[in-house]
């Protein structure tokens, strides 16, 4: 089509910040950071490569994921332990706190609940920033490698992108079947992996990821959490995206319990006040 005479203008317009985060509530940073200097460890799951396990979180804990024998990114479902329909919203997160997140950030629930579940309270990549391509690291805009995008592009039954490995990890907690299962399965959190869009045409991309052996994403536990994290099979994500080609490593998830007093004045966030009237 022709631009109209005024295209350029129109593009010049300034944007607005669609959600304002001023009267957010924010995370009590300072009392997450004197809780972290009485941690004791709780337990740990080993997320095997090209697989998924669960873990449990209970409120007022931390737990922390980290990179282990190699650079490996991971794929994070979480879920109100006592209620599977209060579970992470990628895109209200992605709303509020922008495309990738980072310490002082929360993960969000899914309507009605909104509330947060979990405070990012350390992130060993906090340093690397918007590299010269636009991409960052834990990002809230990738819906998770799964076999039927994979059969779509490419044909074949894949099972270990990152859906299927949560879909079996999940089964396997619950004592369900997977088809069962399967519908709790929901869009990611991407631990460590570098994405960003093209500036020229917008299509997702990924790159290396810049995590090493020791680099850990922590989290403060706001809810009972139920948890799932998927070793990606694409590796670091430097190369392939679902196969078997990439170099993969576990991941390392523990648990820790802070001494109780070094909670005093937190709360577990309630559920969101809205009447849920929808004018009707």
């Known amino acids: 089509m022709t631009p109209p005479p005024d295209a350029d203008a129109r593009r010049a317009v300034l944007p607005v910040i669609c959600y304002p985060v001023e009267t957010l509530p924010q995370a009590d940073m300072a009392l997450y950071a004197n809780a972290r200097e009485t941690l004791t460890k709780t337990g740990e799951t080993v997320v095997p490569p090209r697989d998924a396990a669960c873990f449990t979180v209970p409120a007022g804990h931390f ?11 991971g794929d994070l479902n979480l879920w109100n332990a006592a209620d599977l329909s209060e579970r992470f919203y990628s895109g209200k997160t992605r709303a509020l706190h922008g495309t990738h997140v980072t310490r002082g950030d929360r993960v969000w629930s899914a309507f009605p609940h909104l509330r947060p579940m979990a405070t990012i309270t350390h992130d060993s990549l906090d340093w690397y920033g918007i590299d010269a391509f636009g991409g960052s690291v834990h990002d809230v805009i990738g819906t998770r490698c799964d076999p ?3 059969n779509l592009l490419s ?5 270990h992108c990152c ?7 999940l089964a396997s907690h619950l004592g369900v079947p997977v088809e069962v299962a399967e519908p709790h399965v929901h869009d990611v959190l991407n631990v460590f992996m570098c994405t960003g869009f093209t500036r020229d045409t917008g299509q997702y991309f990924m790159k290396a990821s810049p995590v090493r052996p020791g680099d850990s994403l922590e989290f403060f536990a706001e809810i009972d959490l139920l ?23 576990p991941l390392l998830v523990e648990v820790f319990a802070p001494r109780p007093e070094t909670l005093q004045g937190w709360r577990q966030p309630a559920r969101n006040g809205y009447d849920r009237g929808h004018g009707a």
């Open 155 to 159: 044909g074949g039954q894949y099972h």
């Open 63 to 73: 737990f922390r994921i980290t990179s282990v024998d190699g650079p490996q990114v």
């Open 148 to 150: 039927y995008t994979h």
């Open 163 to 169: 859906h299927s490995n949560l879909t079996r990890a």
């Open 227 to 249: 948890g799932c994290l998927s070793a990606c099979p694409g590796g670091d994500c430097s190369t392939v995206h679902s196969s078997d080609a990439a170099a993969c490593h």
